[in-house]
C-alpha cells in the first residue's frame, strides 16, 4: 500500500490549488484526477470574471496551466477513479484500481455535475441531441435550433455561447425573471438569435431517432406547446459529487457538504474544497481559495498530530 500524508481527490481547480499549496509546504501529498485536469471550468469555454487575465481565458487553457503550475512544484498527479474511500482508525484509505492509498488527510474536491431534468425523453436522447455541455457539443448544432433550460449564470452564458453556431437559441425559464448576473444577461437580451420562453418548464423531450420538439408547459396556465428544436441543452443547476463519504458525512438534498472556514468537516483529517461544499458561490476564484485554504489547514493538521 502507497503511504502519503495527503491524498487530494479531484483535479479541478480547488484540487490544484490544494496541491500547489501542498507541494510548496512540503507535504507528502497526491491529488488524484480521472479525468481530464480543470472539472467543470475545463467545459466552461471562456472565463472573464478569474482576476488576471484581461479579456478572459479559455476554460482548459486555465486548468493546463494549474497542472503545470502545481507539477512545477513537484506535485504528484495520479490519473485513477477513486472508487471507495475508508477510515481505518485515524487514517484513511483511498481505493481505486491501482494501489491502495493510506493517508493521514483527505481533501474531497471532487466538485459537482450537472443536474438532469427527469423528464420523458432527457435519457434517450442524452449525447444525441441532449447535452449538458456547451463547449463540448455546441458545434454539432451549426445553423440548426436548440434550447436551453435554465436561467442562472451557465444557461445564459453558454445560450450566448451556443449563438455562435445555432441559428436560433430558445432559453426556456420556470420564471419571468432570470437568476443570471445582470451583466450576463443583458448580453443575452441584446443577441437576436435568443428568444426566451418566459414561465415555462419542460414537459418533455420528442423525437422518434433525433431529438425533434421539446413539450414545454406554462406554469401558470399549464397550457402546453412544442417547440421544434434540433437539440436541447440542460443547465438547471448542479449535484455534488459525494457519494464517496456518503457513509462519513451529511449531505444537503443535492449531496453538498458543510464544511467552517478552515474546511473541516466534522471527521478530523478530511477537509472538502470547492463546488463539493456548501456555500454561496460556486466560481474557480472561490474554488482555488478553498483549496488553498484546506491545503494550510492540514498542514497544522499534519503538524498536530506529530506532537
Ligand atoms: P444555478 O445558478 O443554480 O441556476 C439554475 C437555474 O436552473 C435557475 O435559473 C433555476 O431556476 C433553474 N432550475 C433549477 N431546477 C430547475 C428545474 N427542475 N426545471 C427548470 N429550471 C430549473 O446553476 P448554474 O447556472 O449551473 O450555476 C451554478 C453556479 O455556478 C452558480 O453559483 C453560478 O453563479 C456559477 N456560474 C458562474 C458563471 C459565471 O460567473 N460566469 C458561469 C456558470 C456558472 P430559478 O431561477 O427559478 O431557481
Redo the contacts with the bound molecule.
Sequence with gaps: MLEKELVIIGGGPAGYAAGLYAARADINAVLIERGMPGG?AAS?EW???YPGFPGGIGGLDLALKMDEQARSFGLEIMNADVEKLERQGDEFIVYTAQEPVKAKAVILATG?K??F??VEGESKFHGRGVSYCATCDGAFFRDKTVAV??????????AIFLTKFARKVYI????G?????KL?QKRAMANEKIEFLWFS??DRVLGEDKVEAVRIKDVRTEAMQDVPVDGVFV????RANSDLVQDLVETDARGYIAANDKMETGVPGLYVAG?IRQK????VVTAVADGAVAAMEVEKYLASREE
Excluded: K
Design positions: 467543470q466552461t472565463i472573464e470574471n459537482a450537472p443536474q431534468l427527469g433550460v435554465g436561467g442562472g449564470d451557465a444557461a445564459v452564458e453558454e426556456i425559464h420556470r420564471r425573471e432570470l437568476r443570471a448576473t450576463i418548464v419542460v443547465y438547471v443547476g448542479t463546488d454561496p458561490l460556486r466560481q
